[in-house]
T-cell receptor, first 114, second 116 residues
Framework: KQEVTQIPAALSVPEGENLVLNCSFT??????LQWFRQDPGKGLTSLLL?????REQTSGRLNASLDKSSGRSTLYIAASQPGDSATYLC?????????????FGKGTHLIIQP | DAGITQSPRHKVTETGTPVTLRCHQT?????MYWYRQDPGHGLRLIHY???????DKGEVSDGYSVSRSKTEDFLLTLESATSSQTSVYFC???????????????FGAGSRLTVL
């Protein structure tokens, strides 16, 4: 059974810093990996998706990397802003496309101090 | 915007009563999912559907049933609600990308259910 772990569980940094969120998964035979953002009391917003054949994806100040062989992904946030404060979730879809959805980590709660 | 609507957004009910949550999509996507989100557990899959009348169980399906009589609607039913089913429920759809492996899961805004 796939298990997804996110470290750290919580992180508080001053505005302007670059930061890295970590995600690890136990079964490397994944189909894709997706990073989400969740604001308090809200739904999930997809940030980046990395297909199993890719090594990284970029969107604005966000960069996500994937190392399937080691079962790891990182989300890099450059020049952090208070508006980046949210919970960030990593989720993997297992090999085969997965009609059975995603396996989620428990998230990293990020606070950017003004 | 994938056009996902969940209803009701908030509901308070009593133990033993039936509850149905509705997920409606406007874009004719094949795959639909129901998740619950709880502190300390994260998001867990309850049931999913891969077409009209085609559904299957997820990780935490006990106490829940689903139905999909139309492509656009996926219903989650708690036949007899219990306090352990107090949670936030999210519906999601799989939006297929142009390339294999590029299907993105897109979520609704959530339905907060409290069972007293």
């Amino acid at each position: 059974k796939q298990e997804v772990t996110q470290i750290p569980a919580a992180l508080s940094v001053p505005e302007g810093e670059n930061l890295v969120l970590n995600c690890s998964f136990t079964d490397s035979a994944i189909y894709n990996l997706q990073w989400f953002r969740q604001d308090p009391g809200k739904g999930l917003t997809s940030l980046l998706l990395i297909q199993s054949s890719q090594r990284e994806q970029t969107s604005g100040r966000l960069n996500a990397s994937l190392d399937k062989s080691s079962g790891r992904s990182t989300l890099y946030i450059a020049a952090s802003q208070p508006g980046d404060s949210a919970t960030y979730l990593c989720a993997v879809r297992d090999s085969g496309g997965g009609a059975d959805g995603l396996t989620f980590g428990k998230g990293t709660h990020l606070i950017i101090q003004p | 915007d994938a056009g996902i609507t969940q209803s009701p957004r908030h509901k308070v009910t009593e133990t033993g009563t039936p509850v149905t949550l509705r997920c409606h999509q406007t874009e004719n996507h094949r795959y639909m999912y129901w998740y619950r989100q709880d502190p300390g557990h994260g998001l867990r899959l309850i049931h999913y559907s891969y077409g009209v009348k085609d559904t299957d169980k997820g990780e935490v399906s006990d106490g829940y049933s689903v139905s999909r009589s139309k492509t656009e609607d996926f219903l989650l039913t708690l036949e007899s609600a219990t306090s352990s089913q107090t949670s936030v429920y999210f519906c999601a759809i799989s939006v297929e990308g142009a390339l294999a492996g590029a299907n993105v899961l897109t979520f609704g805004a959530g339905s907060r259910l409290t069972v007293l």
